[in-house]
T-cell receptor, first 108, second 116 residues
Framework: DAKTTQPPSMDCAEGRAANLPCNHS???????VYWYRQIHSQGPQYIIH???NNETNEMASLIITEDRKSSTLILPHATLRDTAVYYCIVSLRNDMRFGAGTRLTVKP | DAGVTQSPTHLIKTRGQHVTLRCSPI?????VSWYQQVLGQGPQFIFQYYEKEERGRGNFPDRFSARQFPNYSSELNVNALLLGDSALYLCASSFRGRFLPNQPQHFGDGTRLSIL
């Protein structure tokens, strides 16, 4: 079973930051937090991952709370092409257990 | 560089038949995982292989099996197909080394299997 909780859906205005929350209160010390997204009929796309420090790459930023029980994925300037299902996953040995994810809709 | 490639992209079978799905990982990746995604749900983990050995198995019946070849490509086999096996089957590869166990997986676009 997935060990994360995400809101089923969110909306965001185009050009604004999208902040997607994830709760993982039972995360263990060595488990990483991964974020993927899936656009209809494509395979999931890797976005970012981290252990305890905040991470940033060309796609997004990942903010992990100090107690590691929750995290937020930030898309700094959402575009219409960011409309997708976003999955938050915690994993130790690279075996991904996906939940239902958050369906993000970016609106013009 | 080529990403994860899967074949075929679409497949139609009838109940009771068997099917073989194929996956070629990203060059340099030695770990391959298989997932099943039923319409409207997130992907469900089936198998993980690393260095040709099974390293993880999800909650799937014995009708599902897989193997990894010396070139790190992989096959997923499903026997005695049921209507409920209709799904998108995804393959993912990752660079997994002794000191880099948590590298992210990269997914192909899947094989859509329809059972009639």
């Amino acid at each position: 079973d997935a060990k994360t909780t995400q809101p089923p859906s969110m909306d965001c205005a185009e050009g604004r930051a999208a902040n997607l929350p994830c709760n993982h209160s039972t995360i263990s010390g060595n488990e990483y937090v991964y974020w993927y997204r899936q656009i209809h009929s494509q395979g999931p796309q890797y976005i970012i991952h981290g252990l305890k420090n905040n991470e940033t790459n060309e796609m997004a930023s990942l903010i992990i709370t100090e107690d590691r029980k929750s995290s937020t994925l930030i898309l700094p300037h959402a575009t219409l092409r960011d409309t997708a299902v976003y999955y938050c996953i915690v994993s130790l040995r690279n075996d991904m257990r996906f939940g239902a994810g958050t369906r993000l809709t970016v609106k013009p | 560089d080529a990403g994860v490639t899967q074949s075929p992209t679409h497949l139609i079978k009838t109940r009771g038949q068997h099917v073989t799905l194929r996956c070629s990982p990203i060059s340099g990746h030695k770990s391959v995982s298989w997932y099943q995604q039923v319409l409207g749900q997130g992907p469900q983990f089936i198998f993980q292989y690393y260095e040709k050995e099974e390293r993880g198995r999800g909650n799937f019946p014995d009708r599902f099996s897989a193997r990894q070849f010396p070139n790190y490509s992989s096959e997923l086999n499903v026997n005695a197909l049921l209507l409920g096996d209709s799904a998108l089957y995804l393959c993912a590869s990752s660079f997994r080394g002794r000191f880099l166990p948590n590298q992210p997986q990269h997914f192909g676009d899947g094989t859509r299997l329809s059972i009639l």
